[in-house]
Structures are given as structure tokens and as C-alpha cells.
DNA sequence: GTAGGGTTAG
């Protein structure tokens, strides 16, 4: 409701010109801006100029005037004015450039700054805290290094003023080490020092040097105001302390400042971000006269507690107080929320809103926009934004990479990635976190391993997560050894590295194994989460440990008090396929106190296919059709099944459903990696450069394990004959490659292939029966698990 | 006439 609310609000807004952009009321944290040309040159006619005074009364009576533009916010008419006055003051050059940051015109004030300089007017101690300042909000190091230099030849770099505000500026950009120079090289510091250095720490993201700092200014006997309170909630903010941050609230109630609005909204963010959303409801609750600010606050911790509801109703309530309007914050808050719930038509008319209000273009905003319909799946819309922008960032990189991955297009993904490291900037931790999971997609070893080397190389191996991310990478690659090691060499091994390994070697289908290190894991006093369970559990399905999956699934509960989840039934649910009895796996469906989802129907169509049972496979395929975005797997077993019976009219009839929706068969293919090179087969392909040799090896192997590359089935009528060898499991890509590792691989290494989709049965068993006719080790890596195949044995014990 | 503050994307 609340969200539909919203919607109406945004589709109905009309748009309005601002009018009053440069005479707006002097207010800090704008935007940067520019000044329109003709601001300079528009008629003015100053009402208050006496042409029979002194020349001497008339300038002070000018600069009276220029101040007064400047105070009350009106740029234009100042500038006007000061293009009319005698320059030789360094005060009015002052006042302009203070007008100038002040009003968000950074850009404008630095420009001034050095029309200053070339006029031989020296900048004083009052010039450099502004310039400074702006060179900070505009972003520019290289322009506030300049003005850093020129402050010493100024013999000002130990003015307290002066440092305060470079403390400030070395802090915006970054660069907390230059900040500390600064505080570290003044002769003397005042209350505004300490804040500045302690909102610094907390500016770059470092919560306990922040803490650290108010313990050290309060220990050289120098008391906290407000702004010491405000940084410290920051810093708790980073942290996730509820300790520390309750603590300073009780500070809070003692202090003055308990009912000061910017404290109030610090401590609903503070408690937001330690995911105490009551906390900060009630104390939210009880602040009389709310700003933008506040509602802000408000909506984005119930966006960042993943309460997207709230978030919306509370937007609502603040409509309705009529006293407020949103602001890009507002929408940058609100975003994350209709990806939460997956509503598009909301996040779209926010966007128009966005567009009509002219909030855009915006970095964060338009950033938001990207991750936003990057997890909505709208892949186009996510590109156009990004397209548009003007001015990227590594956060807009990360966002449109990360799109990308999460919308299955990791090639993309990583053609995106390259650009951004050969042609763009270095990218950071997140890049690597986000670019990740596609090296993991697309399982190519040779290339796993080029990002792995780029990641020590750039030293982001210490970061768990990444590290947690190469685990898995390797496990999908089919180098279950270098998980291992990446794996044994982590110091602070948290859940989710445990959680990895112990899926690493589900995939691979050690069930065994995956139970041990679940004991270790409780050994080392890691508290397992419900993601350890999908672990456990889907390692006990893939094994088909049977009798311990189910003493996992219930100790999950009794012990644990974690409720499974869809995932966690679905690995039973695969338990029980597994068995063949389809009844029980029916009712477990039906019992189940979740509504089932396609990977539910998913697990009992393979079981349905696997005890070949046409009609419950109809059945879940049906549900699947009725649910799942893409049913191209569904269909294509479906078609499998029918073909293996002859029911050619029904292969035909999902055919012509499948054209009908524009699906086309995801073409199978195995590729196999000889001496750092990726080579590629298809279905009876032919265009590798020994193809000869390839049928010539595979045909002597088919004839070993009772099979002929060309046989005539006398059963079938001609018709179909040509449609079975057509569908003959014979020239399968994965046979291919097995032939062809045979011929290329180092005796005593396994052949590892890895394949797009999953292996038939047909090719799983001639796998099998050549794994033990040339004694070598096959392993056959699906789009699920990996099939470890070896003396006519498979890991999976024949089920997947 | 000078500095420091609350909400902002991966």
C-alpha cells in the first residue's frame, strides 16, 4: 500500500522550475555548481550608492553592501558589484570567495582565489580556510596540494585556522595520512583540531583511530561539544558498536545537546546502523519538528535493515507531515528498497522523478539507479544509466560490473573488468569481490589463476572475503587442492570461509569430507549459520549420504535453532529423489511449511527423471513453467525424457512451445584445458585440427565398452532413426574431450572437463566404463557438481 | 569578515 503510495507521489509529480538557484539562503553540503556566464554581466542597479560622497565612503559603503549580498546568499549581485569596486583590498576578495564556498561554488571560488594572486593582492590567513575548503569539495588534490604549497611560501602553515581546514580538506580526499601531518606538525590545536582530526579518521572509514582520538584529546584535558559527540557516533556507526554507541547516547542525555536535532538524527543513524531499527523508530518517534534530514535518516536505516516496507510507509508519513520534500537522498535511500521487494514500476518513477526534478545527473544517485535495476534484472536499463553519466567513479564501476555478474553475463562482466584495469583506474577490494563470482561462472582455470595472481599482486589477499570468493572459484575451476591451500593459509578463517570449504567439497562430491571439516569447524568454536546447513546438507545430498543429511537437517533445529530454509528442503528434498521414493518426495513437498519454489519442483523433476516417471515429471515441470524466469533446462529434460521413450510428437510439441517463447537449446559444450589453453568441443564437432585422431580414439573406446559410433537401431522406424542418431549420445561434446585428454594429458593426471549444462546419462556411463578400461581419472565438472569418475566408479553414485 | 556538524551508491 505504502509503496504504492509512493508510486502515485512520483507519477504525479509536477515539474517546477527553481528559480531562485542563485539566490539561495547561505547553506552548507551543496552540490558543487556553476555560475551562468551572464550572472556577471545581467543589469544591477544598486539602490543604495550616494554619487556625492567620498571616494573613501563610497568603497565602504560598496564592500557594506557586497557583504550583505554575500550573507543573505545572493552570489550573483555580489559579483556584480564586486566587478565594480577598486580590488586593492584583500578583504572583499575575501568576503566573495567565502560567498563563493559557501554557496557551493567551489569551482568559482578557487578561480577567484588565483584572479586574487595575478592582481598582487595577497591572500591572508582568512583566504586560505575557504580555497582550502573548496579544493576539498571539489575533489582535486592536485589543486589543494598547490594551495597546501602556497600556504607555506604564505608563512602561514602554522596558523590554527589554516590547519583546521587542511585537516578537513586531506580527510575529503582520502588521504588521512596528510591529515595527520598537518595535526601532528601544529604548534598548538584548539577543541576545532581535535573534531576535525576525529571526524577525519571517521571521514576514511577508520572508526577506532576516531575513538582513539577522543580519548587522547580528552586526556590533554580539552572537553567534547557536539561535533565531538556527532564524529564519535560516526565512528560508532563503522564499528557496528551498540556498546560504545549506547554508552555516548547516555552521554547524550546528560549533555546540552540532548535535544539538538543533529545529535538526535546521528543517533538514529548511529542505532540504523547497528541494526537497531526500534532504537532508532522511537527516538525518531520523538522529534517534534523533523528536517529532510531526519526522514532521510529514517528511511535509509529501515532500506539498510532490509525493511523495505517500512521504508516506503515511512516516506508516505513524511508526504503526508506536507512539510518536507524529497531530495536526491531521499531517492538514494528509497532505491534500495524496491530492489528489496523487486518492484520496478516503483524504482522506475522514482527515476523519472529523479529526472523531472533534475536531481540528474548525479553520481550516487545515478549509481543507485545502476545497482538497483542490476538487481531487478533489467541488464539494459542498468547499462543505459552508466552510459549516460557523466562522471564515474570505482563505486559506478563496481555497480554496472556487479549488474552484470548478477544477471549471468560474467563474460561481459569481464570484458568490463579488463577495460577498467588496462584502461580506466585500479580497481579496489569490492571490484574484485564483485568481478569474482563470474571467474567462478565461467570455471576456466587458466583464468582463475590470472586473477589470482593480479590479487596478490595488488595485494588484496589479506581481505577474507575475497579470499572466501578464490576458495570457491578454485573448487569451481575443478582445483579442489588450491581451495584447500588458499583455504589452510587464511588467519582469521571466519564462517563463511568454513562454509565455502565445506561446499568446495560438496561440489566435488566428497560428502565425507565436507562432514569432517563441519567437525573441525565446530572444534575451532566457529558458530555455524543456516548457510553452513546449505553446505552440510546439499554435501550429504550430492554424496547421497542419506542417514547423515537427515541427522543434520534435524540438528540444524534442535541444536542450532536455525529454521531450514528453501534451500535447505531442497537438499532433502534431493535425499529423497535420490531413493526413488516419489510418493514420500510428493508429501515432503506438501508438508513443507514453506511455499515451494522452482528449485523445489527443480529437485523432484530430476528425481522424476532419473526413476523415469513421465507424469510427475509433467507435473513439476508444469509448476516450474508457472515460476522460474528461464525454463530452458525444464523443457530440454522434459524433451529428454520423451525422446527416450519415443514420443517424438511430444519432442516436437516442446519444440514448437519453446520456439513459441523464443527459447532456443543452450548448445552444450566441454571444454578442456592442455598446457594454459581452453579448447572447446560441441556435439560431433569436427573442426578441432586432430579431429581425426579424436574419432579415431573414440571410436576404439566405444567399441571397448559395447558401443559403435554408428549402429542401426532396427526398432525404431527410419524416421526416427534419423531422429535418434541425430539425439545420439555417441559424438557428445564430453566424449570429445575425453578422447582427446586420453591423447594429450600426461599419464597419471586426471582429465578434468568442464561442462555449460548437465552431463547425460548416456555419456556419464561410458565415462565410467572408460574411467576403468584405461585406469585414468575422469572428472567431469556440470553446471551443478563435479563428477569424480574413476575405476567405473562415480562420486556422485549416480545421481545429480 | 575566518575553521569543525547530522542523511548519500558497490
New binding site residues.
Given amino acids: 500500500m505504502a509503496m504504492l503510495s509512493a508510486l502515485t507521489f512520483f507519477s504525479s509529480y509536477t515539474f517546477q522550475v527553481n528559480t531562485s538557484m542563485f539566490k539561495t539562503k547561505s547553506t552548507?553540503?551543496h552540490q558543487p555548481k556553476t555560475l551562468p556566464k551572464s550572472s556577471l554581466t545581467d543589469k544591477y542597479t544598486p539602490q543604495s550608492i550616494d554619487v556625492d560622497v567620498s571616494n573613501a565612503r563610497k568603497n565602504q559603503l560598496l564592500t557594506r553592501n557586497l557583504?550583505s549580498h554575500v550573507n543573505s546568499g545572493d552570489i550573483e549581485s555580489a559579483l556584480y558589484l564586486f566587478e565594480r569596486m577598486p580590488k586593492s583590498d584583500?578583504?572583499v576578495w575575501?568576503?566573495l570567495i567565502?560567498g563563493l564556498t559557501?554557496n557551493g561554488f567551489f569551482r568559482e571560488a578557487v578561480d577567484l582565489y588565483y584572479r586574487m594572486c595575478f592582481s598582487g593582492v595577497r591572500a591572508?590567513?582568512?583566504t586560505f580556510?575557504?580555497v582550502i575548503?573548496a579544493c576539498g569539495e571539489l575533489c582535486d588534490l592536485r589543486e589543494g596540494e598547490k594551495v597546501h604549497a602556497k600556504v607555506y611560501k604564505a608563512g602561514l602553515n602554522f596558523d590554527?585556522?589554516v590547519c583546521?581546514?587542511l585537516i578537513?580538506m586531506y580527510a575529503k580526499l582520502g588521504y588521512i595520512d596528510c591529515a595527520e601531518r598537518v595535526f601532528l606538525g601544529m604548534e598548538s590545536r584548539?577543541?576545532?583540531?581535535w573534531?576535525?582530526m576525529i571526524?577525519a579518521y571517521a571521514i576514511v572509514g577508520d572508526g577506532w583511530s576516531s575513538l582513539l582520538c577522543i580519548k587522547k584529546m580528552q586526556s590533554v584535558g580539552i572537553e567534547h561539544?557536539k561535533?565531538t559527540l556527532?564524529?564519535s557516533l560516526?565512528a560508532c556507526?563503522l564499528l557496528c558498536s551498540l556498546l560504545i554507541g549506547k554508552e555516548i547516547h547516555g552521554q547524550v542525555i546528560k549533555s546540552t545537546f540532548r535535544l539538538?536535532?543533529?545529535v538526535?538524527?546521528?543517533l538514529i543513524?548511529m542505532y540504523g546502523k547497528c541494526c537497531h531499527v526500534q532504537y532508532a523508530y522511537n527516538l525518531f518517534n520523538r522529534i517534534p519538528e523533523r528536517?529532510?534530514?531526519?526522514w532521510?535518516?529514517m528511511i535509509?536505516c529501515y532500506a539498510?535493515n532490509l525493511r523495505p516496507l517500512e521504508s516506503f510507509s515511512c516516506f508516505r508519513n513524511m508526504q503526508k507531515s506536507g512539510v518536507v520534500h524529497p531530495?536526491?537522498?531521499?531517492l538514494?535511500?528509497l532505491l534500495?528498497s524496491c530492489a528489496q521487494v523487486g518492484a520496478l514500476l516503483p524504482g522506475k518513477s522514482i527515476h523519472g522523478f529523479a529526472i523531472r526534478k533534475e536531481f540528474l545527473p548525479h553520481?550516487?544517485l545515478e549509481?543507485?539507479l545502476i545497482?538497483m535495476y542490476g538487481k531487478l534484472q533489467e541488464l539494459r536499463l542498468a547499462e543505459q544509466v552508466f552510459d549516460q553519466m557523466n562522471v564515474k567513479?570505482?563505486?559506478?564501476w563496481?555497480?554496472i560490473i556487479?549488474a552484470y555478474v548478477q544477471n549471468g553475463q560474467s563474460r561481459q562482466a569481464l570484458k568490463l573488468f579488463s577495460n577498467l584495469v588496462y584502461k580506466h583506474c585500479k580497481p579496489?577490494?569490492?571490484?574484485i569481490s564483485?568481478i569474482l563470482p563470474a571467474y567462478s561462472d565461467i570455471a576456466s582455470l587458466t583464468e582463475g589463476k590470472q586473477i589470482h595472481g593480479y590479487i596478490i599482486q595488488n595485494e588484496f589477499s589479506a581481505n577474507n572475503y575475497i579470499s572466501n570468493s578464490i576458495i570457491y572459484m578454485y573448487a569451481r575451476c575443478g582445483d579442489l587442492l588450491s581451495a584447500q591451500q588458499i583455504f589452510d593459509r587464511m588467519y582469521n578463517k571466519d564462517v563463511i570461509s568454513w562454509n565455502t570449504i565445506i561446499m568446495a567439497y560438496g561440489i566435488h562430491g566428497f560428502g565425507k569430507e565436507s562432514l569432517e571439516l563441519f567437525c573441525r569447524m565446530r572444534e575451532n568454536n566457529i558458530e555455524p549459520n543456516a548457510s553452513t546447513f546449505v553446505s552440510v546438507l546439499s554435501s550429504c545430498s550430492i554424496a547421497g549420504l542419506d542417514e547423515e543429511g537427515w541427522k543434520h537437517f534435524h540438528l540444524m533445529k534442535r541444536e542450532y535453532g536455525i529454521d531450514p530454509q528453501i534451500e535447505h528442503y531442497g537438499s532433502m528434498l534431493d535425499l529423497l529423489g535420490r531413493k526413488g521414493d516419489l510418493d514420500k518426495a510428493k508429501e515432503f513437498i506438501h508438508e513443507m511449511p514453506l511455499a515451494p519454489t522452482a528449485r523445489i519442483w527443480g529437485s523432484l523433476l530430476a528425481a522424476s527423471r532419473h526413476h523415469r516417471n513421465i507424469e510427475l515429471a509433467e507435473v513439476a515441470a508444469n509448476h516450474i513453467l508457472s515460476l522460474a524466469h528461464d525454463n530452458t533446462g525444464c523443457y530440454i529434460v522434459l524433451s529428454n525424457m520423451y525422446a527416450e521413450v519415443g514420443r517424438w510428437e511430444d519432442v516436437e510439441r516442446i519444440k514448437d512451445l519453446m520456439s513459441e517463447q523464443g527459447m532456443a537449446k543452450t548448445i552444450g559444450f566441454s571444454d578442456i584445458e592442455v598446457n594454459y589453453k581452453t579448447i572447446r568441443f560441441v556435439n560431433h564437432d569436427r573442426f578441432h585440427l586432430e579431429t581425426d585422431r579424436i574419432y579415431d580414439v573414440l571410436s576404439i573406446l566405444l567399441r571397448q565398452i559395447g558401443e559403435e559410433l554408428f549402429v542401426s537401431l532396427q526398432k525404431f522406424r527410419p524416421v526416427d532413426l534419423i531422429r535418434t542418431r541425430l539425439n545420439s549420445p555417441k559424438c557428445h561434446s564430453v566424449r570429445l574431450a575425453i578422447s582427446y585428454g586420453l591423447i594429450s594429458i600426461s599419464i597419471g593426471k586426471p582429465i578434468v572437463i568442464k561442462k555449460n549444462i548437465r552431463i547425460c546419462r548416456d555419456c556419464h556411463d561410458a565415462a565410467k566404463k572408460i574411467s576403468d578400461i584405461t585406469n585414468r581419472e575422469i572428472v567431469v565438472g556440470d553446471s551443478k557438481i563435479y563428477h569424480h569418475i574413476k575405476d567405473g566408479h562415480c562420486s556422485c553414485k549416480d545421481y545429480w
Fill in positions: 552548507k553540503n557583504v584583500t578583504f575575501n568576503v567565502r559557501d591572508d590567513n582568512f580556510p575557504f575548503k590554527l585556522y583546521n581546514a578537513c584548539d577543541l576545532v583540531s573534531n576535525s571526524s561539544d561535533f556527532i564524529s560516526k556507526s539538538d536535532v543533529v538526535q538524527t546521528s543513524d528536517g529532510i534530514i531526519t532521510n535518516a535509509g539498510l531530495d536526491k537522498i531521499t538514494i535511500n534500495p553520481l550516487v549509481t543507485t545497482d567513479n570505482m563505486i559506478s563496481n555497480a556487479a579496489d577490494a569490492s571490484t564483485s
